[in-house]
């Protein structure tokens, strides 16, 4: 019963430098979402996806990029990391009907750009 | 512009006390709500949620308040438990036709001491 995986866990990157932070999710939703996590701040959307080909952009997409190619999957991009984006990431899945949008969210991944 | 606000940033309560957790909103938008708890190291797990037609859910020891004229609801847990101890969301939901998103509080700290 895996739910929402995310790899890697922690990451430390220098300024720069790209990664890609990677969510998998085996319940079928059709919509994910990437939050970061910030001290005061909470949970900000940066990008979510309400199915396979179709991404758009929340509160805080500057800096990411997002793709959906398959239902079950959903990385987020860093091209040029800052250290405004040390943070904790968390992907999320759910159903977006009426009524059912608990969102599961993975364990995060604690990236510190230096 | 903070649309979900949780204006108490921690609460420490004594076992076996009823906790209170309090959450503002501005969007009138917003028709869904809900709770999540998050421990440390861990991605938020959802807890509970109220359609913006009521204005009571209730499930065991968790129930939340809605209070639409006044844009605010809140979380009553009783008894408090030990294990309770955690950060705790506010989230509401606003359907823009094509998704669901997700806006999030800042969390409250909630202590329970034996």
């Known amino acids: 019963n895996a739910g929402v995986t995310q790899t890697p866990k922690f990451q430390v990157l220098k300024t720069g430098q790209s990664m890609t932070l990677q969510c998998a999710q085996d319940m079928n939703h059709e919509y994910m979402s990437w939050y970061r996590q910030d001290p005061g701040m909470g949970l900000r959307l940066i990008h979510y996806s309400v199915g396979a080909g179709i991404t758009d952009q929340g509160e805080v997409p500057n800096g990411y990029n997002v793709s959906r190619s398959t239902t079950e999957d959903f990385p987020l991009r860093l091209l040029s990391a800052a250290p405004s984006q040390t943070s904790v990431y968390f992907c999320?899945?759910?159903?977006?009907?009426?009524?059912?949008?608990?969102?599961?969210f993975g364990q995060g991944t604690r990236l510190t750009v230096v | 512009d903070q649309q979900v606000k949780q204006n108490s940033p921690s609460l420490s309560v004594q076992e076996g006390r009823i906790s209170i957790l309090n959450c503002d909103y501005t969007n009138s938008m917003f028709d869904y709500f809900l709770w999540y708890k998050k421990y440390p190291a861990e991605g938020p797990t959802f807890l509970i949620s109220?359609?913006?037609?009521?204005d009571k859910n209730e499930d065991g020891r968790f129930t939340v308040f809605l209070n639409k004229s006044a844009k605010h609801l809140s979380l009553h847990i009783v008894p408090s438990q030990p294990g309770d101890s955690a950060v705790y969301f506010c989230?509401?939901?606003?359907?823009?036709?094509?998704?669901?998103?997700?806006?999030f509080g800042t969390g409250t700290r909630l202590q329970v001491t034996l």
């Open positions: 989230a509401a939901r606003a359907n823009t036709g094509t998704a669901s998103k997700l806006t």
């Open positions: 109220i359609s913006s037609i009521k």
């Open positions: 999320a899945s759910h159903a977006p009907s009426e009524g059912n949008t608990e969102a599961f």
